[in-house]
């Protein structure tokens, strides 16, 4: 029997790779999320709530690499890898569009959950009492 072998870029090997791990983000987080929003208990944790922020950040910034490696691979399967494109044609892209909305997500709620943090240990009494609009404006 005749075997035949496909031989796959780097480049694309990288794309498939970032696609797995982007599905294994997506899918982690979703069941994360699920856990937490799906019992009474733990939406009601604050700590919680800056999880699944987190999770959403996370999420949302995966969906944008995996539409990035999708139109890559497009790219390179219609041999436009190395092509020129005006900015706008770039910036207009849903995946780009996303990417750069999620980006910043990434940093942004990290420094939500060190403030909490640090208002928990500063002021305890206060973290205590304070309810679920003290943690919905650190996330906003």
């Known amino acids: 029997s005749t ?8 480049f694309a090997m990288n794309m ?3 696609l797995a791990e982007g599905l294994i983000v997506c899918i982690s987080n979703g069941i994360l999320t699920l856990c937490i929003v799906g019992s009474r208990h733990n939406r009601k944790r604050r700590e919680f709530l800056l999880i699944v922020a987190q999770g959403v950040a996370d999420t949302m910034y995966a969906v944008a690499f995996m539409l990035i490696a999708i139109h890559r691979l497009r ?3 219609s041999a ?5 494109f005006a900015r706008w044609d770039c ?6 569009f996303l990417h750069d ?11 939500a959950m060190s403030i909490n943090f640090l208002v928990c240990s500063t002021i305890p009494l206060w973290y205590m009492t304070a309810g679920h ?7 906003a």
Do not use: Q, W
């Open 75 to 77: 790219l390179e399967a």
């Open 16 to 18: 498939y790779l970032y």
């Open 91 to 96: 910036a207009s892209h849903p995946a780009l």
């Open 80 to 84: 436009m890898l190395n092509a020129t």
């Open 133 to 139: 609009t003290y943690t919905t404006s650190l996330i």
């Open 3 to 10: 075997r035949v072998f496909m031989t796959m870029t780097g």
């Open 101 to 111: 909305i999620a980006t910043p997500l990434l940093g942004l709620v990290p420094m």
